[in-house]
């Protein structure tokens, strides 16, 4: 316990929740969040545009059920569905526009470019996605179909979609599957890469530092996933500290090791055994993984602050400036994770309560639909922007710790 080291948690949750009282940082993540929510006005809306005209142009049969179980047209009510929830989501999501500038939390002037930037991302994030799921869903949905129009009960379905898989339209269509997977991860890993170096590299500007993340390229991107690949390896199989890296590899061996002897041998006791010894294998490596984690925790602010952009270098000061504040970054972790999870309850909460009402009058769906689009952007917002903010203070105090100088973000 001697070697335990402190981080100052006040500071910490201070620094974490000060876009609620610093102008600067709530225009800030005000940017980051008017976007989102814009994006995901326009996102929901075209996606439910395309569900109506799916299943009014793909599937005539739903629709004339639709239409019998409404005792009305389903294109009509659709149409005035779509276009009531549109316009309330637009509605609402321009009042929270203008209320933001009004009271002061979003400063053109300031980070209008920044919101720009953010907007534009957003709306090409949106674009990636319509891409993947037209390329997906039309030769799926006509394959389908085919095996549902050729099959004649459970069995003939199966072997009627075995074969139309194996068939050239079939693997077309895997093909399909597949590319549109890899475009939706695309755009994905952009989304991620905006909340995640893009926000940071912003959030370091407030303490005057310059990192070249606070632009977002393809280069960038490309630096991000493949840093972030390299935390997540390091984390299984830490190659960082030769001791640790003995630790986890003799883990790995010895549950390998007990799900084999579990699979050969017949005794279902002595299986049991096995079964037994692999769960507490599992749960220790379990515990090293977490604890990796922790050590390093900084080492993304570390990469982003290097000039030479060098993972390895990063990882090691991290590992090094975390040294005996594992315990520490824990429970901050938690406690923040506590507040954000209330906050996150009260902003979700009265979305919910609307969803629960709309399910017995569906005339409130449109609402709820437009409600739970802008609730949802502030919720990812506010959870990404404080914990990104709760992040900056832990490094900043290691920096501190390490005869470094600290970042004042302000």
């Known amino acids: 316990m001697a070697d335990l080291k402190w981080l100052n948690l006040d500071q910490t949750i201070r620094l974490a929740f000060s876009w609620n009282s610093d102008a600067d940082k709530k225009s800030i993540g005000s940017s980051f969040f008017l976007a989102h929510m814009i994006g995901g006005v326009i996102e929901s809306s075209l996606f439910m545009l395309g569900a109506m005209l799916a299943i009014t142009f793909f599937f005539p049969q739903l629709s004339t059920t639709l239409a019998k179980v409404s005792g009305t047209s389903w294109i009509a009510g659709g149409v005035l569905g779509l276009v009531a929830t549109i316009a309330l989501t637009v509605g609402l999501g321009a009042a929270t526009y203008f209320i933001f500038k009004r009271l002061g939390w979003f400063d053109e002037r ?44 459970a069995s003939g379905m199966l072997s009627q979609a075995a074969a139309l898989l194996l068939a050239p339209q079939g693997i077309a269509v895997i093909a399909a599957v597949l590319s549109g997977i890899v475009i939706f991860a695309v755009g994905w890993i952009l989304w991620a890469y905006v909340f995640g170096y893009f926000l940071m590299a912003n959030v370091l500007r407030l303490a005057g530092v310059k990192s070249r993340f606070v632009e977002v390229n393809l280069k960038n991107v490309i630096n991000y996933l493949k840093f972030t690949i390299v935390i997540a390896v390091t984390l299984l199989f830490n190659y960082v500290s030769k001791k640790m890296m003995k630790i986890q590899l003799g883990l790995i061996i010895l549950l390998i090791g007990s799900i084999v002897a579990g699979l050969a041998l017949s005794a279902s006791g002595a299986m049991i055994v096995a079964a037994i010894i692999a769960f507490i294998v599992f749960a220790m490596y379990s515990v090293t993984v977490a604890y990796n984690t922790y050590r390093f925790s900084v080492a993304a602010w570390a990469f982003m602050t290097r000039k030479d952009g060098a993972a390895t270098p990063a990882l090691k000061e ?55 689009t802008v609730t949802s952007a502030l919720t990812f917002t506010v959870t990404m922007f404080t914990t990104t903010l709760m992040a900056a203070s832990i490094y900043s105090q290691l920096r501190e710790a390490s005869g470094r100088k600290k970042l004042i973000f302000k």
């Open 318 to 372: 991290s590992w090094e400036m975390t040294r005996g504040y594992v315990v520490s970054i824990a429970i901050i972790y938690f406690v923040i994770g506590i507040i954000v999870g209330l906050i996150s309850l009260l902003l979700t909460l009265p979305a919910g309560a609307l969803g629960l009402v709309s399910d017995s009058i569906p005339l409130l769906t449109p609402v709820w639909s437009a409600a739970d």
């Open 110 to 153: 300031k980070h209008g470019k920044l919101f720009g930037k953010v907007l534009n991302l957003r709306l090409l994030v949106v674009a990636i996605y319509v891409v993947a799921f037209i390329i997906v869903f039309i030769p799926s949905v006509q394959t389908i179909k085919t095996i549902l129009n050729s099959a004649t009960d």
